[in-house]
């Protein structure tokens, strides 16, 4: 079989699956309705790092395991929470290029809390409220155009239990 | 029908402040049911949109690690008076709510 033909068949395979996913594309933005202008802008749900049930898995679905901490991710959490169940963090990113921002509890079944894709518009800042199963290690990470950093606290709870 | 999400925009300069809250249970799938038997099934809100002049903003992916009637600031670069903010939601059952309102 000569390279010609090897050339021939990838032209074709690549027509193929660019057809395929665009028709899925067409699929998935016609199903989300309401909320269909935004996935042409952002990200899709990165399931595998929400599924991931220890924080490595999660940081390594997420692909953000080589981040490196940075002063200019700020990450501000109570030191100690006295209700478990309503958690007040807040993340700021003074990084240029800020695109999106991540937050993991550690010790929560499933430690990936949130991801908020910053869209152009928007100041790379946002405040949330979390329920934390156990004392643990808050970790937020923003990635930018040039790399991924992240910031990190430890919270206690004195009230433990997810379940609120 | 869900109940309503409530929205409070505050403008400082051409920043501005947006505060959610959304009625939701964000039930984890964790909680004893408190009249039968079981867990209260898993039902959370997963996708938030924010816009600005119809414009989006913000996108965020959420687990059920957000807490019970969530709370989430943002703030909107280049917003004015009159501008159109909107939040909308939807959750792990298919239900969705939004709501617009104007910068003051």
Sequence with gaps: MGSDQHAGHDVVRRRVLGALARTAGLIAAAATGLLQTARAWAGERNVPAFDAKVLDEALAAAGVTDAIESPDVVLRAPDIAENSAIVHIEIESKLPGTRSILLFAEKNPQPFVAQFDILPGMDPFVAVRIKMAESAHLRAVVLTDTGRFFARRETTVTLGGCAG | ?104
């Design chain 2, 1 to 104: 029908m869900p109940d309503p999400i409530k929205m409070r925009i505050t403008l400082d300069g051409d920043v501005a402040t947006v505060k959610v809250l959304m009625p939701h249970p964000m039930e984890t799938g964790l909680r004893k049911n408190p009249v039968g038997e079981g867990f209260v099934p898993i039902h959370y809100i997963h996708h938030v949109v924010a816009t600005h002049n119809d414009r989006p903003v913000l996108d965020a992916q959420w687990s059920r690690s957000v807490s019970k009637n969530p709370f989430l600031e943002f703030r909107v670069r280049g917003a004015k008076s009159g501008d159109r903010i909107a939040v909308s939601w939807e959750d792990t059952h298919g239900e969705s709510n939004r709501l617009e309102a104007r910068v003051k």
